[in-house]
């Protein structure tokens, strides 16, 4: 008999935990519950920037087994804590557009990675589960990205036009008819 609780119930490892989808997941999780309290002070939002970084050079790492696959994610990393440090420093639009180029470069970058290690060959895990959902997480990280990157370039692209301002001659008509 054998204590481990998965080989006790046979040959069936589908509930099995503790990949990296698992983690990269929880970790997700974790940040979005975190982020509203790491607003505010410079310490925080550059801690905004580095957890999930940190987060997806790691799951990036170990989804790829390419040494230039990891390479690359931690580049683009490093490139967009610069920039994300150079923003806080300068407030410049020109470096905050720059900074939310490369964060959503870098997660459809992660994401693309892992989607190959989810439709890679082999059973079907708890842990590619779990890396399926952090893909679409990581997808809809990419997509703020890109919003608010045109927010950045155009400010206001976003906002609904107010209501145009009545003329002097509709308000006549308005406060003057008989009704």
Known sequence: MTT???????????FRFGGFGTVLLISLLAFFGLYPLLLGEIAGRLAGGLIPAVILVSSAATASRSRTHRIIGIVLAIFALGLQLDW?????????AADASVFAIFFLYTALLIFRHVL??????????????????????????????IEIISPGAFSLASPR??????????????T
Request: glycine share 4%.
């Open 88 to 96: 806080l420093e300068t407030n410049n639009r020109f470096v905050a």
């Open 4 to 14: 481990d609780p998965v080989k006790a119930q046979g040959d069936s490892e589908i």
């Open 120 to 149: 890679s060959f082999g059973p079907v895990y708890a842990d590619r589960v779990h890396a399926a959902l952090s893909d679409y997480i990581l997808l809809a990280l990419s997509w703020a990205f890109i919003y608010g990157l």
């Open 165 to 178: 301002p009545m003329r002097r001659r509709d308000r006549k008509e308005r406060t003057c008819s008989p």
